[in-house]
């Protein structure tokens, strides 16, 4: 057994690096008797030298240029700058080039260059590992790649983006506005450094493209992924679907369908009560269907400095170790092209919010161009109004097409009594 302390050189000093350097620093005993040696940060790199950090970095080696720490006197590169290119993707590239296993928290570099980056650390007998890319602190991806393979994976399907999920559920709480508190959400160290990604969806499709994988054995592919994000989603929406008794979650889905999967990243609204319904703030939950093992639940702190220097140093420990799998959880040259499901057309109950002017025989156009359709209603609501203000029409549909729904919309938009765009989420029922 190698005693040896395992020689760690860092890149990235914000949220995360800043919270594995802490968490090095306060727990280091512990840790050093559960790895069986010390695990010594020897060299650390950021933009500004003198920035004040969240760990003392003085008696640590500094260099300017982070592909530097490639040819540093260590074992494992930990890469936390972020970026799918540039000098992440260099320095990962570097270090694996010389002999160094690398540690990174980057979703967005991993979903574009994971499988390409495997197949290099697997050549040389090298880790690479990304505990923290996906879901924060919920150890989804060692669950994944290590411990739920004996039946195969069904579905994999859950809230990503601890962002998103604290915007929704500060704004349901408290009825602020979303650009307030994206605000809280950047300061907490939650948020992308361009949060539009977080927003957007895209957050979410690269951690999808990653569960997807590993559950699936095939490529990450961003490609056949439709993603919304939640910058639709109005303050209306919000309280009405709690008026309905459901929440909006943006979700991440992957399912097998036939012989192809299918990967979705939307907004749903996720009944209150359930599991994923109370998954609230910074949170993620993660529901995985593993066949005849059954459905598990994963819930814990999706963003931030501590869960997510949790998965950075619990993937150290497995490298001081040894102990480490294929990135992916196969050898990388067995990872397949995901074949895409067949564009069915899938069926959901959908909330619908039409902003009209309130004149009679609004109510009756609407539910014609439905019925026209074929989507049938469950209920519905219309809030009162000041005089000469539009109101909402509120409408749950029963099962339908999306097509079916997508074809009435298009009616329903060439109305003159019917204003600006509706709100569509389709609701998670399960
Ligand atoms: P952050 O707070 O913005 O920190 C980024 C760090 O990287 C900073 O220390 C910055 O230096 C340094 N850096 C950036 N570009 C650099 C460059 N070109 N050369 C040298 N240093 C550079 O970001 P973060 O939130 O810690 O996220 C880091 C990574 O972890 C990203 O891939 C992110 O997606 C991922 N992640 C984040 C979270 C989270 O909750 N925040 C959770 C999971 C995964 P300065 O400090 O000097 O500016
Ligand atoms: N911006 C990401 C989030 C960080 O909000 O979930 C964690 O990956």
Same mark, same amino acid.
């Given at each position: 057994?190698?005693?040896?302390?395992?020689?760690?050189?860092?890149?990235?000093?914000?949220?995360?690096?800043?919270?594995?350097?802490?968490?090095?620093?306060?727990?280091?005993?512990?840790?050093?008797?559960?790895?069986?040696?010390?695990?010594?940060?020897?060299?650390?790199?950021?933009?500004?030298?003198?920035?004040?950090?969240?760990?003392?970095?003085?008696?640590?080696?500094?260099?300017?240029?982070?592909?530097?720490?490639?040819?540093?006197?260590?074992?494992?590169?930990?890469?936390?700058?972020?970026?799918?290119?540039?000098?992440?993707?260099?320095?990962?590239?570097?270090?694996?080039?010389?002999?160094?296993?690398?540690?990174?928290?980057?979703?967005?570099?991993?979903?574009?260059?994971?499988?390409?980056?495997?197949?290099?650390?697997?050549?040389?007998?090298?880790?690479?590992?990304?505990?923290?890319?996906?879901?924060?602190? /919920?150890?989804?991806?060692?669950?994944?790649?290590?411990?739920?393979?004996?039946?195969?994976?069904?579905?994999?399907?859950?809230?990503?983006?601890?962002?998103?999920?604290?915007?929704?559920?500060?704004?349901?709480?408290?009825?602020?506005?979303?650009?307030?508190?994206?605000?809280?959400?950047?300061?907490?160290?939650?948020?992308?450094?361009?949060?539009?990604?977080?927003?957007?969806?895209?957050?979410?499709?690269?951690?999808?493209?990653?569960?997807?994988?590993?559950?699936?054995?095939?490529?990450?592919?961003?490609?056949?992924?439709?993603?919304?994000?939640?910058?639709?989603?109005?303050?209306?929406?919000?309280?009405?679907?709690?008026?309905?008794?459901?929440?909006?979650?943006?979700?991440?889905?992957?399912?097998?369908?036939?012989?192809?999967?299918?990967?979705?990243?939307?907004?749903?609204?996720?009944?209150?009560?359930?599991?994923?319904?109370?998954?609230?703030?910074?949170?993620?939950?993660?529901?995985?269907?593993?066949?005849?093992?059954?459905?598990?639940?994963?819930?814990?702190?999706?963003?931030?400095?501590?869960?997510?220097?949790?998965?950075?140093?619990?993937?150290?420990?497995?490298?001081?170790?040894?102990?480490?799998?294929?990135?992916?959880?196969?050898?990388?040259?067995?990872?397949?092209?995901?074949?895409?499901?067949?564009?069915?057309?899938?069926?959901?109950?959908?909330?619908?919010?039409?902003?009209?002017?309130?004149?009679?025989?609004?109510?009756?156009?609407?539910?014609?161009?439905?019925?026209?359709?074929?989507?049938?209603?469950?209920?519905?609501?219309?809030?009162?109004?000041?005089?000469?203000?539009?109101?909402? /029409?509120?409408?749950?549909?029963?099962?339908?097409?999306?097509?079916?729904?997508?074809?009435?919309?298009?009616?329903?938009?060439?109305?003159?009594?019917?204003?600006?765009?509706?709100?569509?989420?389709?609701?998670?029922?399960?």
């Amino acid at each position: 057994m190698n005693t040896a302390p395992l020689r760690i050189a860092v890149a990235g000093l914000g949220t995360v690096g800043g919270g594995v350097l802490k968490a090095l620093q306060t727990r280091g005993g512990e840790l050093a008797e559960r790895a069986g040696r010390r695990l010594d940060v020897v060299a650390v790199s950021a933009r500004e030298r003198e920035k004040p950090r969240a760990a003392d970095i003085s008696g640590i080696a500094w260099v300017d240029d982070p592909s530097a720490l490639a040819s540093a006197d260590a074992d494992v590169v930990v890469e936390l700058m972020g970026g799918e290119d540039g000098a992440a993707l260099a320095l990962i590239e570097a270090a694996l080039s010389s002999n160094k296993h690398v540690v990174t928290a980057n979703k967005a570099l991993l979903a574009r260059h994971g499988a390409r980056l495997a197949a290099l650390a697997e050549r040389s007998g090298l880790a690479l590992k990304f505990e923290a890319a996906a879901a924060g602190g /919920i150890p989804i991806v060692k669950a994944l790649r290590e411990s739920l393979i004996a039946h195969g994976i069904n579905s994999v399907c859950g809230i990503l983006n601890g962002t998103c999920n604290f915007i929704l559920t500060e704004m349901e709480k408290t009825g602020r506005g979303f650009a307030d508190v994206l605000k809280d959400a950047q300061a907490l160290g939650y948020a992308e450094a361009d949060p539009a990604l977080d927003i957007g969806g895209g957050d979410t499709a690269h951690k999808l493209a990653l569960l997807s994988s590993l559950a699936f054995g095939t490529v990450p592919d961003l490609e056949h992924m439709h993603v919304e994000g939640i910058a639709a989603i109005m303050p209306e929406d919000i309280r009405y679907a709690r008026e309905f008794g459901f929440r909006i979650k943006l979700l991440g889905v992957a399912r097998r369908v036939g012989a192809g999967i299918e990967q979705r990243v939307r907004p749903a609204m996720v009944r209150a009560g359930t599991p994923l319904g109370e998954a609230s703030g910074a949170f993620n939950a993660v529901a995985v269907d593993a066949g005849e093992a059954g459905p598990f639940f994963f819930e814990g702190r999706g963003a931030g400095a501590g869960p997510t220097a949790s998965a950075v140093i619990a993937d150290l420990v497995d490298i001081a170790l040894g102990s480490f799998e294929p990135a992916f959880g196969k050898p990388a040259h067995t990872l397949t092209p995901l074949v895409p499901a067949p564009a069915t057309d899938a069926s959901s109950a959908f909330y619908l919010r039409f902003n009209v002017l309130d004149i009679p025989g609004v109510v009756a156009e609407i539910a014609g161009h439905l019925a026209d359709a074929g989507v049938s209603i469950e209920s519905m609501l219309q809030r009162g109004r000041n005089p000469g203000e539009a109101v909402s /029409i509120v409408m749950i549909t029963h099962d339908t097409p999306q097509a079916s729904v997508t074809r009435a919309l298009k009616a329903i938009a060439r109305s003159d009594k019917v204003l600006g765009s509706p709100g569509v989420i389709p609701m998670e029922l399960g």
